[in-house]
């Protein structure tokens, strides 16, 4: 196969493999109902003048499957810290007790359930639309080669590899989202 080609394809899989992680990222956000605490990471502290992530000032910690347990590294950071995951709108109710900061996940309903499968499902068409968006760049460039000599043969199985790239980082998108689903309706 023309080195051209390779080189086309290897920057394929490099953004397909990046589109996968994000993918995997905005599904993580997705809440299921049980306390982790990647739910607090959008949580912005005032910390000596300056907006810091909360998991920088803190230990996050989920005692048990519903609760959140938020510890400050310095005491006065106590109410400043409450005061942020309210701001943050995360769906939280923190209960400050003087030490630490304590957060119950409310279970989800059946609805709530569904409507985050239906989020996740768009997050992961998202995905899926992105692989695709990458292969029909990559052939694109493939198909701009002709012009610089390369034969049609080997367009054709530049082309057909990146299909096969294309199909599997779809399956892994599928993947990722048939274990949101479960993880999401688990009760």
Request: charged letters at 30%.
């Amino acid at each position: 196969m023309n080195e051209l080609i390779k080189t086309n394809i290897t920057e394929a899989k490099a953004a397909m493999e990046k589109a996968i992680a994000h993918t995997d990222a905005e599904l993580i956000k997705i809440r299921a109902g049980k306390a982790m605490p990647s739910m607090l990471d959008s949580v912005m502290v005032e910390y000596y003048g300056s907006l810091t992530p909360l998991s920088q000032v803190s230990s996050i910690n989920t005692p048990d499957a519903r609760t959140l347990v938020v510890q400050p590294w310095e005491k006065p950071l106590l109410s400043k810290i409450e005061k942020a995951i309210i701001d943050a709108n995360v769906g939280l109710n923190p209960q400050n007790d003087g030490s630490v900061i304590r957060m119950n996940v409310p279970p989800l309903t059946e609805e709530r359930r569904r409507d985050l499968v239906k989020k996740a499902r768009e997050e992961a068409e998202r995905g899926r639309i992105t692989v695709r968006n990458i292969r029909k760049d990559v052939n694109g460039k493939i198909q701009r080669l002709k012009s610089e000599g390369v034969s049609e043969d080997e367009i054709k199985t530049g082309e057909a590899e990146v299909q096969k790239l294309t199909d599997s980082f779809i399956a892994q998108v599928d993947k990722l989202m048939d274990l949101k689903e479960k993880d999401i309706m688990t009760v």
